[in-house]
């Protein structure tokens, strides 16, 4: 083979591997949107806006029921409940949806209107760990509610950090659960939250 056409050969050769290369580096590039596993990121939230969150709920606080915010995860221990909008609750440690007492934990996911487990208080006040965020939308219009059966409905701010509510004055040995759900709904326009906490004294 003479010298220019090994060239010629070498420059086509060279030609095809970088259209080739080009082609597949899309699909190795993760998009910058996106978490690891492929999940996407969480939008992360300014301190600004987690302090109005917070300025927001107390200013909406019912009487027998105080805020404090820990930041942190809420743990999960003892019975865990694991609620979806759609699907059968599963709870890890104990019989499903059997009257529970505190402390017990739990997940939701996709919830717009769901109760939570029964359970009952042997204090008249105890306290719940909550952090939640939405899933769709995250329109300002809609926001994310727990009512407690007997008396006292708060605010969860959808921006994921971790609060404790504290509600008092509450009847003992009595059968109670906790509501969740979206405000703002009309339509095919619901608001989605997931989130996870802990029921403890």
């Not at 699909?27 to 939230?45: D, L, N």
Request: proline content about 6%.
């Amino acid at each position: 083979m003479s010298h220019s056409l090994m060239k010629r050969s070498l420059g086509i050769a060279a030609a095809v591997t970088t259209g080739l290369l080009l082609l597949a580096a899309p699909a190795q590039a993760a998009p910058k949107t996106e978490a690891a596993g492929g999940q996407p990121a969480k939008p992360t939230v300014s301190a600004a806006e987690i302090a109005a969150n917070n300025a927001a709920v107390w200013a909406s606080l019912p009487p027998n029921v105080t805020m404090t915010v820990t930041g942190k995860k809420p743990k999960l221990q003892g019975p865990i409940d694991h609620y979806t909008q759609n699907g059968p609750t599963t709870t890890t440690g104990v019989t499903t949806l059997a009257v529970s007492s505190i402390p017990y934990s739990f997940t939701f996911s996709g919830v717009w209107s769901l109760n939570g487990r029964d359970f009952q208080s042997t204090r008249t006040t105890f306290c719940k760990d909550i952090e939640a965020t939405w899933d769709y939308p995250q329109g300002s219009y809609h926001q994310f509610k727990v009512s407690l059966s007997a008396g006292g409905t708060i605010t969860v701010p959808t921006d994921g950090v971790t609060r404790t509510w504290c509600w008092s004055n509450v009847p003992t040995n009595t059968t109670m659960h906790f509501y969740y759900f979206s405000t703002g709904n009309s339509g095919g326009d619901i608001a989605k939250a997931s989130g996870s906490g802990y029921v403890h004294y």
